[in-house]
T-cell receptor, first 113, second 113 residues
Framework: AQSVTQLGSHVSVSEGALVLLRCNYS??????LFWYVQYPNQGLQLLLK??????LVKGINGFEAEFKKSETSFHLTKPSAHMSDAAEYFC???????????FGTGTRLTIIP | DAGVIQSPRHEVTEMGQEVTLRCKPI?????LFWYRQTMMRGLELLIY????????DSGMPEDRFSAKMPNASFSTLKIQPSEPRDSAVYFC???????????FGQGTRLTVV
């Protein structure tokens, strides 16, 4: 079975500052990892994903994440926060042998002007 | 493609009534997921289908919940009888495979009074 843990249900950063949202996963097989974003009253939208290959993946809106197997982590970063980044962010995991997509509990990102 | 279409967007019903939520996945996608989102429990996977066949319904909370996918372009989630604790936002999502992007509908906000 797979699971993800997101550290910090709420994160606040100043506009222009670094965004770091943490995600750790548990998987008995090679995982596929995803970050999704949810804006108010909307469904979830894919930001980026890691399946195989390069461990640093780039996504939309300037976000990127690095898969670190030794740390079982897949943290999301963005060098400079914009007001439009305010949303809830979900880390998710699946695996080829168990194709259930399991989400973390989410991190609400607030941007301080 | 119009994306994943859910109906209705909002539903208010009285306790004990039957509620049916509907979903039209993206054409050609062979996975369909039903999720429930609440403040207390976050985003929970209720059930998912592959090629119209239910694969994992372990997240369905009680026998009051049932889901069907009679064909590749339509799925329903039914609650009978409904209870106030079923109040939540219900999302439908579809994907070509779970390693691919899962596209979410805009959700159905269910309120049971």
């Amino acid at each position: 079975a797979q699971s993800v843990t997101q550290l910090g249900s709420h994160v606040s950063v100043s506009e222009g500052a670094l965004v770091l949202l943490r995600c750790n996963y548990s998987s008995s097989v090679p995982p596929y990892l995803f970050w999704y974003v949810q804006y108010p009253n909307q469904g979830l939208q894919l930001l980026l994903k890691y399946t195989t290959g390069a461990t640093l993946v780039k996504g939309i809106n300037g976000f990127e994440a690095e898969f670190k197997k030794s740390e079982t982590s897949f943290h999301l970063t963005k060098p400079s926060a914009h007001m439009s980044d305010a949303a809830e962010y979900f880390c998710a995991v699946s695996a080829i042998i168990n194709e259930k997509l399991t989400f973390g509990t989410g991190t609400r990102l607030t941007i301080i002007p | 493609d119009a994306g994943v279409i859910q109906s209705p967007r909002h539903e208010v019903t009285e306790m004990g009534q039957e509620v049916t939520l509907r979903c039209k996945p993206i054409s050609g996608h062979d996975y369909l997921f039903w999720y429930r989102q609440t403040m207390m429990r976050g985003l929970e996977l209720l059930i998912y289908f592959n090629n119209n066949v239910p694969i994992d319904d372990s997240g369905m909370p009680e026998d009051r919940f049932s889901a069907k996918m009679p064909n590749a372009s339509f799925s329903t989630l039914k609650i009978q009888p409904s209870e106030p604790r079923d109040s939540a936002v219900y999302f439908c999502a579809s994907s070509l495979r779970t390693v691919s992007e899962a596209f979410f509908g805009q959700g159905t906000r269910l309120t049971v009074v």
